[in-house]
């Protein structure tokens, strides 16, 4: 049993110690597009929770954009202690492809290593001109819609998958139908950019398109940055449980020293101050007694999984977004 | 009527919108297109064409690979029957790809063939290691550390070929090198180990014997960096030290590229080498002075007798760029280029030489050589010409003319005289 806590103490001591030792720890958080803000509040909180129980200073970077483009940087060399990213495949990818933590990365923390979750609505023009309600709207000759590009950005991946998924259900699970519903939706898509803060500045900025798909904490932050009088937020019918999730890049945290830190940062985002951050920021926290407190910012809507529809991100990525796949045959034709 | 004019006007509205819209999509693909392109730029290799060659660099410049060329095309016009071989001819002097680069940041490498004048040889192969300003580790094949117009590159020297010290130290060897500059350039050093080669050879790759060749330079630019009359003020001493055991015997060349010396019959290279080069260097505005003394000790062998020889060399050159370009120790860069259309004619040079050459009397007296075949003195003086069309491309003509003193069965040998003309392409 001392053996133990000794072996423990030492464990802990030669993972912590570099970073300790240097006065203030310093990590990098690789994220997706639209975590800026919630980001900027975590790690504030975070760094002052840290000081208080450690008495180490804790100073947190972060890098944001596409999720797909993000991994491929940390894939490259980003040295991201841990990577907060759009979807599950994202972070599968750096396991798989530069093998920075293990295969089985997302059993390591609750909920499928999500602390919170999210999914795609609509952000329209004030007073709704083009009359937007659900998923049908978005393919009427017409409308204009503005989405990020799946091939770079978790989120454009999460709609893409939910105009599908909607699909699906309308059409008794016939797949072509599907393909023809989601054909026609991105013929109405004028511009793809690479992220989905990028999409925001797209439809919000530059004055483009009539409705802007993407996630929903992303269409609030729009919102209550323009005003109630500028943009609407649309749900639709139903639409897909968006879970983003997040991992200790396990060989670069150890190679700074910074693993303890990192897990407990991740940590945080599970505890009742994380998840009230989260859901101040529109993401549906996991925790119901704040999901309960936080109840009326979020519609009530219905969601399906990937898993449910797609057979999970492995099968959803290989058959819809890699090169070749249906997106770049459905793109390419409805140009 | 009313209702009709309202339609009318909602109908323009909608185009004017629809055409508003369009407008902006358009602008805004353009701003991705742009955003796109920045990105590209800093994750991806940029490839560029120039004077300085082709070069592929990664972002941040860590990763490097210059491709270039020296190309050297001479016309040797050897004036009335003085010199040995003196045919009259049309040499491609140094014909060198050359390769260069950095990887991993720190590492610098080198890579230079040449296939001039019928062979194929290596001339440069190495690979530097900066990660110590004040100790650079060169290995490979390069310019051992010992004479100051060898150290210079060949495009970069006042005449077609070099002076007479330049034949008594070591072209190129396979060794290692620290050396970096010091005190904010004031000072540089180089101390090497190398396989030791004859004077003016680049050896043969492999050493001969286990001994090796120990060389040092130290040369001090003490005005540096401030700007003023004695900033261009350069002084240092070469040496190295070592054994000759097994070595090839040294050839000895005059300014038209004749070997002069022929060593006795069953002499072979055995003993010690020393080789001592102090030299220096003063530039001033378009005013040049370079100067060079080598003084070597050198072991041979004649019937079981070892001896060593003394030789000495001496050069100093003066020259002035008339369109009044800067002169260094490199080439200068034209103000402007060669375009005669708009008044552009490059820079032009002029530039004379007096040198000697002279190895001890012993060399007679011991056996070693033969007043009637090998002169044991020499003295040249070159006057030049050198027209710099622009920083690639230069045409250099020089006169040379050399005297010996012995080389002949009834006395010297007769004077060369030779014109050497050169067309000279440095891309690199």
Redesign the interface.
């Known amino acids: 049993m001392k053996t133990t806590t000794i072996r423990n103490c030492v464990a802990a001591a030669l993972l912590a110690g570099p970073a300790l030792f240097a006065g203030t720890v310093k990590l990098l958080n690789v994220s997706y597009d639209p975590t800026r803000e919630l980001y900027q509040d975590i790690n504030a909180a975070f760094a002052r929770q840290w000081k208080a129980k450690t008495g180490v200073d804790v100073e947190i970077s972060q890098s944001h954009g596409g999720s797909g483009k993000q991994a491929r940087s940390v894939i ?1 060399g980003l040295q991201a202690d841990v990577v907060t990213l759009g979807l599950a495949y994202d972070i599968d990818s750096i396991a798989e492809h530069a093998r920075l933590l293990p295969a089985n990365w997302q059993t390591r923390l609750a909920d499928n290593s999500t602390p919170y979750t999210s999914t795609i609505v609509f952000l329209v023009r004030h007073g709704n001109p083009k009359h937007i309600k659900d998923w049908d709207d978005l393919v009427r000759p017409g409308v ?1 819609v503005i989405a990020p590009n799946p091939k770079s950005s978790g989120g454009a991946r999460w709609a893409y998958l939910a105009a599908w998924g909607y699909a699906l259900k309308k059409n008794n699970g016939d797949d072509r139908k599907a393909q023809e519903f989601v054909t026609r939706l991105y013929k109405n898509v ?2 793809l ?2 992220g989905a803060r ?1 999409s925001t500045t ?1 439809f919000a900025q ?4 009539d409705v802007l798909l993407g996630w929903e904490n992303e269409a609030f932050l729009a919102l209550n940055e323009l005003g109630k009088d500028k943009v609407e937020v649309v749900t639709p019918s139903i639409s897909i449980l968006a879970e983003p999730p997040v991992a200790v890049v396990d060989k670069i945290a150890a190679k700074h020293g910074t693993a303890q830190v990192a897990r407990a940062y991740l940590e945080f985002l599970y505890t009742p101050e994380g998840q009230e951050i989260g859901a101040r920021h529109y993401y549906r926290p996991r925790s119901p007694e704040v999901a309960a407190k936080y109840a009326s910012r979020f519609a009530k809507v219905q969601l399906f999984t990937i898993d449910e529809l797609f057979g999970g991100w492995q099968k959803a990525q290989k058959r819809h977004f890699d090169d070749g796949g249906v997106f770049d045959q459905i793109y390419l034709q409805g140009r | 009527m009313a209702q009709a004019t309202d339609q009318k006007l909602e109908q323009l509205q909608k185009q004017v919108d629809e055409l508003e819209q369009e407008v902006k999509v358009a602008e805004r693909k353009q701003e991705l297109a742009e955003e796109a392109a920045a990105a590209k730029a800093k994750t991806e290799a940029t490839v560029t064409a120039d004077t300085g060659g082709f070069t592929i660099r990664s972002p941040g410049g860590n990763y490097l690979l210059k491709i270039g060329a020296d190309l050297q095309l001479d016309n040797r016009t050897y004036l009335g029957t003085g010199a040995g071989s003196d045919i009259d001819t049309l040499v491609a002097r140094r014909v060198r790809p050359t390769f260069s680069g950095t990887i991993y940041k720190y590492i610098d490498f080198m890579f230079r063939p040449d296939f001039g004048q019928g062979t194929t040889a290596i001339y440069d192969a190495y690979a530097q290691l900066n990660y110590l300003p004040w100790a650079n580790l060169r290995v490979g094949k390069f310019k051992p550390p010992v004479g100051l117009e060898r150290l210079q590159s060949d495009d970069d020297t006042s005449f077609v070929e070099r002076g007479l010290p330049s034949d008594l130290g070591p072209q190129r060897d396979i060794g290692y090198q620290l050396s970096a500059d010091l005190f904010h350039k004031r000072a540089n050093y180089a101390v090497g180990v190398f396989n030791g080669v004859p004077d003016a050879s680049i050896g043969t790759d492999t050493a001969v014997s286990d001994h090796r060749d120990y060389s040092a330079r130290i040369f001090l630019t003490p005005f540096l960096p401030e700007q003023g009359p004695l900033s261009g003020v350069g002084i240092g001493l070469g040496a190295s030290g070592g054994n000759t055991d097994g070595e090839a015997l040294p050839s000895f060349k005059t300014f038209g590229q004749e070997a002069f010396f022929t060593f006795a019959s069953g002499v072979t290279a055995a003993g010690h080498r020393t080789r001592l080069d102090p030299q220096a260097y003063y530039y001033l505005g378009p005013f040049g002075l370079l100067a060079e003394y080598a003084l070597n000790e050198e072991g041979f062998q004649k019937s079981g007798v070892r001896r060593e020889i003394a030789f000495r060399a001496y050069q100093a050159e003066v020259s002035y760029i008339l369109t009044g370009e800067k002169k260094s120790f490199a080439s200068p860069t034209p103000r402007r280029s060669f375009d005669p259309l708009h008044g552009g004619w490059g820079a032009v040079e002029l530039a004379a030489r007096v040198g000697d050459w002279e190895a001890e009397k012993g060399i007679y007296n011991y056996g070693l050589a033969s007043d009637a075949t090998s002169p044991r003195h020499l003295h040249e003086w070159v006057g030049g010409v050198n027209w710099y069309w622009n920083r690639l491309f230069k045409v250099a003509a020089d006169y040379g003319k050399t005297d010996f003193g012995g080389g002949a069965a009834n006395g010297n040998k007769l004077p060369e005289r030779v014109i050497l003309l050169r067309f000279q392409i440095n891309f690199i």
């Open positions: 490259d204009s004028p511009v950019d690479s990028g797209t530059r004055g483009i398109g």
